[in-house]
């Protein structure tokens, strides 16, 4: 298990591919060029939000409320895309970062400013996200007739056969990279979660990081609010309805330790990636959509348990992140 926990993400990689080759060959259409951009581009969101969830949980916090800021963030822009349909599609993306980051900043002054445990804290404003959402739009929806064209427009927008969707998030996943691994700050949420003790005395503000974090989370979770809503053409209140137990599997499946300080972008993009793969790949082989969820559920479980079982052994304390982030931290 040793060489496991020191080589997660090339093992994942591994399953993945194989896992690709065996369901193509039971169902060669899966593996088709436009087939596996597809996979891409419907896990393009999970992509982003899993990122999202990452830093959280690198701070031994967890964000049981993104799914529900996405679906009251998209909402949101729906009604102003319905008011105000000729704005440009700008507007709309930094119009739901800024909602997003504003719910995130709520639930990190909560947690960091007063204290109040992470999965208290998310679990509550998931309920207060998921009512606002009746609230506001009247217990009804806003469909596609009723949004701006240059509102649905942009998802839409292709290059190389993929969707801006995908190379937002690949946008995402670039920056994330950069700020965990080139910035002070990012060593800095490393440390908070490897080692509170020794970050505090080191002098790191662990409720700064704290509040830091959810605001990320928040941002990621509106801007996919918008793109969600935009791609499929509906905003209602019961959106993405679970899919934070999905998010928080990817990062799992990632290798992202939830005890904090110990995960890498390349590798929760890899466990979004598997949860992507299972869930197009079922119905291309015509699985009943009764098995599906559990099929679906019993892999990730599996592959949950495998990974469990590599961060059990001591030597996942080794990972080049969590060895040096508190020096990097302090400059």
């Not at 080191?202 to 793109?227: F, K, P, W």
């Not at 791609?231 to 599997?249: D, H, M, N, W």
């Not at 291309?284 to 990974?307: D, E, K």
Request: charged share 10%; net charge neutral; hydrophobic share 55%.
């Amino acid at each position: 298990m040793s060489w496991l926990a020191a080589h997660r993400e090339v093992v994942l990689a591994l399953v993945i591919a194989l896992m690709v080759a065996a369901i193509g060959a039971y169902a060669p259409a899966f593996v088709e060029g436009t087939s596996l951009l597809g996979v891409l581009d419907d896990t393009a969101l999970l992509f982003m939000l899993a990122l999202g969830q990452m830093v959280v949980i690198l701070t031994r916090g967890i964000d049981l409320s993104m799914a529900a800021n996405l679906a009251l963030t998209g909402m949101l822009v729906a009604l102003v895309g319905q008011h105000g349909p000729d704005l440009p599609a700008l507007a709309y993306i930094v119009l739901a970062i800024l909602i997003g980051l504003g719910f995130g900043l709520g639930n990190g002054v909560l947690i960091g400013g007063l204290g109040i445990p992470p999965i208290v804290v998310t679990l509550g404003t998931l309920s207060i996200f998921r009512g606002m959402i009746v609230v506001i739009g009247g217990g009804d929806q806003v469909n596609a007739s009723e949004m701006g064209r240059t509102f649905q427009a942009f998802p839409h927008k292709a290059l190389l056969g993929l969707s801006s969707v995908f190379w937002i998030a690949l946008a995402v996943a670039i920056l994330m990279q950069l700020f965990l691994s080139r910035t002070r700050t990012g060593r800095g949420i490393y440390a908070v979660g490897g080692n509170p003790t020794a970050a505090r005395y080191c002098g790191l503000v662990l409720e700064r990081y704290q509040v830091l974090v959810y605001a990320i989370a928040g941002g990621i979770a509106g801007l996919s609010g918008y793109l969600w809503v935009a791609r499929y053409g509906v905003a209602y209140s019961e959106i993405a309805s679970g899919f934070e137990l999905t998010i928080i599997a990817s990062c799992v499946i990632g290798g992202v330790s939830i005890g904090g300080g110990v995960g890498t972008v390349p590798g929760t993009l890899l466990g979004a990636l598997f949860i992507g793969v299972i869930v197009n790949a079922l119905p291309t082989m015509q699985v009943s959509p009764f098995w599906q969820m559990a099929i679906s559920g019993a892999a990730i479980l599996a592959a949950v348990i495998i990974n469990a079982r590599a961060e059990a052994h001591p030597d996942k304390l080794i990972l080049p992140e969590a060895r040096r982030a508190a020096a990097g931290a302090r400059g």
